[in-house]
């Protein structure tokens, strides 16, 4: 079966610090990867996708970047933090026949 | 500006009544989810409806897509404080050369015994 592990759960970070969340996918090849964030009463807005390794499309601009060194392997990364970076963070993946499935989210705070 | 609207944003009642929610946009979407998510968590799929004006049960949720495929509802029946969660529609939409999956802002639904 296939599972998605994304980490750390929780985050706190000072501005200007830099970020790296990681998410793995298993039991599933060549999937579609996502990253989204979500805010108070706004929904989950997307923040990068990817079709493959190396290949990633932004959707808003913004101070993150995202990379997919491995096919199962998906990181959203900062240089330096800013406040409003704040945020509830998750990972996704689809293969485009069912639904999105989601990690279980990474709060990050940025102090 | 949402592509897609939920209504209500908020929705308190009593267990065992009933309720309604909706997911309108003026776009149209080649299918639309319906995602649960519990606090802390990542959401997780309850339905996919694709064809316009497709009825789907799942217990006592009964989703709807609308004719058009432009909007959809969520009702259950005989609500139970197990429902409570943030409701999220989501369309599904060909942009870009690949399929995007575009999410209202929820409705939070609180059921209390």
């Known amino acids: 079966s296939q599972t998605i592990h994304q980490w750390p759960a929780t985050l706190v970070q000072p501005v200007g610090s830099p970020l790296s969340l990681e998410c793995t996918v298993e039991?599933?090849?060549?999937?579609?990867l996502y990253w989204y964030r979500q805010a108070a009463g706004r929904g989950l807005q997307l923040l990068f996708y990817?079709?493959?390794?190396?290949?990633i499309s932004s959707e808003v601009p913004q101070n993150l970047s995202a990379s997919r060194p491995q096919d199962r392997q998906f990181i959203l990364s900062s240089k330096k933090l800013l406040l409003s970076d704040s945020g509830f963070y998750l990972c996704?993946?689809?293969?485009?026949?069912?639904?999105?499935?989601f990690g279980s989210g990474t709060r990050l705070t940025v102090v | 500006t949402q592509l897609l609207e939920q209504s209500p944003q908020f929705l308190s009642i009593q267990e065992g009544e009933n309720l309604t929610v909706y997911c309108n946009s003026s776009?149209?979407?080649?299918?639309l989810q319906w995602y649960r998510q519990e606090p802390g968590e990542g959401p997780v799929l309850l339905v996919t409806?694709?064809?316009?004006?497709e009825v789907k049960k799942l217990k006592r949720l009964t989703f709807q897509f609308g004719d058009a495929r432009k909007d959809s509802s969520l009702h259950i029946t005989a609500a139970q404080p197990g429902d409570t969660g943030l409701y999220l529609c989501?369309?599904?939409?060909?942009?870009?050369?690949?399929?995007?999956?575009?999410f209202g802002a929820g409705t939070r639904l609180a059921v209390h015994p």
């Open positions: 990817s079709v493959g390794i190396g290949q």
């Open positions: 039991g599933t090849s060549n999937p579609n």
């Open positions: 776009s149209v979407f080649s299918s």
């Open positions: 409806v694709v064809t316009g004006g």
């Open positions: 989501a369309g599904v939409m060909f942009s870009g050369g690949y399929n995007k999956l575009i």
């Open positions: 996704a993946w689809s293969n485009g026949r069912r639904g999105y499935t």
